[in-house]
T-cell receptor, first 113, second 113 residues
Framework: DAMVIQNPRYQVTQFGKPVTLSCSQT?????MYWYQQKSSQAPKLLFH???????NEADTPDNFQSRRPNTSFCFLDIRSPGLGDAAMYLC????????????FGPGTRLTVT | QKEVEQDPGPLSVPEGAIVSLNCTYS??????FMWYRQYSRKGPELLMY????GNKEDGRFTAQVDKSSKYISLFIRDSQPSDSATYLC?????????????FGQGTILTVHP
């Protein structure tokens, strides 16, 4: 089945220690998204890629970076995690030209100690 | 005023009940309407997608859109305990704004046996 895969599912890191989360997709979608979701809140878009074209949301902290080496893979790098960065991180994909529905991965739950 | 308003609940119903979940939105440019189901500690799962006013049915689920009132609904018939989850409405403006899903804050639903 075509899907969005995220690894790891759970990640524990120390305050200030860089961490990388990964996402891969077999849907062959040209747009990939990273969201942050905190408890009882809606997902918050951090950035997205249309192919290799990177689009950063205005309020995404500089501490968050992303890489997309090819169509299938996308990475989220948190350079110096703070306690406030503990959250669920969701990867999603869609087609650019519509239909516009996004397909989400299972998420990576990040804990910062 | 938020662009999308959704009653957070929580909503608790007995098994077999009809559930009505609702969102209102303020931007008349919104054209595409989605409902996601999110189980605890999992990624959102796309349930329904529609882009026109009227009803769309899929099994026990019916999505309803009233563009004139800027109001969308999701009805669940014969609700089951397995329907217990958070339900998120998500809306898209279409066109070149391919990165922009605007989410409601989610309604927590519990169906008790």
């Amino acid at each position: 089945d075509a899907m969005v895969i995220q690894n790891p599912r759970y990640q524990v890191t120390q305050f200030g220690k860089p961490v990388t989360l990964s996402c891969s997709q077999t849907l062959n979608h040209n747009v990939m998204y990273w969201y942050q979701q905190k408890s009882s809140q809606a997902p918050k878009l951090l950035f997205h890629y249309y192919d290799k074209d990177f689009n950063n949301e205005a309020d995404t902290p500089d501490n968050f970076q992303s890489r997309r080496p090819n169509t299938s893979f996308c990475f989220l790098d948190i350079r110096s995690p703070g306690l406030g960065d503990a959250a669920m991180y969701l990867c999603a994909t869609s087609l650019r030209t519509g239909p516009y529905e996004q397909y989400f991965g299972p998420g990576t739950r990040l804990t910062v100690t | 005023q938020k662009e999308v308003e959704q009653d957070p609940g929580p909503l608790s119903v007995p098994e077999g009940a009809i559930v009505s979940l609702n969102c209102t939105y303020s931007n008349s440019a919104f054209q595409y309407f989605m409902w996601y189901r999110q189980y605890s500690r999992k990624g959102p799962e796309l349930l329904m997608y529609t882009y026109s006013s009227g009803n769309k049915e899929d099994g026990r689920f019916t999505a309803q859109v009233d563009k004139s009132s800027k109001y969308i609904s999701l009805f669940i018939r014969d609700s089951q305990p397995s329907d217990s989850a958070t339900y998120l409405c998500a809306i898209h403006a279409g066109g070149t704004s391919y990165g922009k899903l605007t989410f409601g804050q989610g309604t927590i639903l519990t169906v008790h046996p």
